[in-house]
Nanobody, 125 residues
Framework: QLQLVESGGGLAQPGGSLKLSCEVS????????IGWYRQAPGKEREGISC????????NYDDSVKGRFTFSRDSSKNTVYLQMNNLKPEDTARYYC??????????????????WGQGTQVTVSS
């Protein structure tokens, strides 16, 4: 059964860091493109980072580029999102998703087909 479980969210101060994890089961992570999304209160869910199954393509939304880093550890069936220099506007519920196809540079072309339950990130002083 395909399953994605996020963890690592919490409260951080502006300028601080958090590392989110997404443990996957039911498929082999290195053969699956994965995306990270977030949804702030009153806003639509937005894609922020993805990586192709081969790891050859990693893309970021401009809002997180240079601050967030996507990585994966196949031995643990887990992908990560390292978030540095957090800002209050990063406050949202963060989700990982299995993507059909690859990880196109254009976020509107990402095709998520299975989601985790999300983990809450709050950035506040």
């Amino acid at each position: 059964q395909l399953q994605l479980v996020e963890s690592g969210g919490g409260l951080a101060q502006p300028g601080g860091s958090l590392k989110l994890s997404c443990e996957v089961s039911g498929f082999t992570p290195e053969r699956q493109s994965i995306g990270w999304y977030r949804q702030a209160p009153g806003k639509e869910r937005e894609g922020i980072s993805c990586q192709s199954s081969s790891g050859g393509s990693t893309n970021y939304d401009d809002s997180v580029k240079g601050r967030f880093t996507f990585s994966r550890d196949s031995s643990k069936n887990t992908v990560y999102l390292q978030m540095n220099n957090l800002k209050p506007e990063d406050t949202a519920r963060y989700y990982c998703a299995a993507l059909e196809g690859g990880c196109p540079r254009r976020i509107s072309l990402w095709r998520p087909y299975h989601w985790g339950q999300g983990t809450q990130v709050t950035v506040s002083s």
